[in-house]
């Protein structure tokens, strides 16, 4: 387990790209070709691109820029792509990316519930790991939106806070416990094409997506997914059948929560963390609306 990327609320490494240690400065030289000293000026010219792009009020600090670097491999053509994507998605479902008030009550009930719990601990390769309770919510009660909105709250977060998962990618388990009729009519194929374009859009790598607690139906809803996936990312998506346990075999349990057969924290414990840590940065979600394409 490497040590240093354990906790996801690391403020010292809080939007730099250098502060890497040798081994993930080797790890990113070698397999996604970010190169010293040269890496400054490409994310020097990337930033210039943006500050230059009429239509796009971009982030332009150095991690910000590094995350989609990284995620493109240092191709510069295929960072720019990204980034355009990145902020074309939010621009066209701002009922997922405006109005980000954690205090909001529908917000609130959803931090509650825990719909989006990034682990506080990496595997064993450094890969952040992500718990989405996609059917914890009441659909007569919850819009679909709202969901999506506290949802990309905590990945924004998490991926702002955790450099390692810019180097590293990241392992997304699907917890489907309570899945029912009401949560597929709320995903209809419109809707999973803009949430499949917008993590798609995202700059941190899906190494696999793990479906758990899943019955045999959830198949139609994943093969829609699939639809609108690239082909790399849909073969890397995988029903456990049965109680999941199959999962303890890909993952530590020492990294999972109790209710994935894990021994390390419980559910209650993750998302009273992620709520806390919403809830102290409302002002960032505020000044984070400020990024987005030019009307």
Known sequence: MRDDANNINNKAQLHTCGELTPEQSKYAAEHLNEILPGRDQVIEDVRQWLLSCDDINARTDDFFIARFLRGCKYNVDKTKKKLRNYYVQRSLSPEWFANRDPFLPEIQELLNLGVFLPLRKVDDQGRMVIVI?????????????????????????????????????????????????????????????????????????????????????????????????????????????????????KLSPDLLPKELGGNDSDYATLKSYWKQQVEENKQWFVEDENYKLKT
């Not at 939106?145 to 392992?171: N, P, Q």
């Open 133 to 249: 309770r996609a059917c914890i919510h009441n659909p007569v009660k919850h819009k679909q939106a709202d969901v999506f909105k506290t949802s990309m709250m905590i990945l924004d977060l998490a991926m702002r806070d955790h450099v390692t998962s810019s180097l590293y990618g990241l392992i997304v388990i699907h917890d489907m416990k309570g899945v029912h009729f009401g949560h597929a009519l709320q995903m209809t194929p419109g809707v999973i094409k803009r949430l499949v374009h917008t993590w798609q859009g995202y700059p941190n790598r899906l190494n696999s997506l793990d479906y758990v607690n899943a019955p045999t139906h959830v198949n139609v809803i994943l093969s829609v997914f699939k639809r609108f996936m690239s082909k790399k990312l849909g073969e890397r998506m995988h029903v456990h059948p049965g109680d999941g346990k199959s999962l303890l075999q």
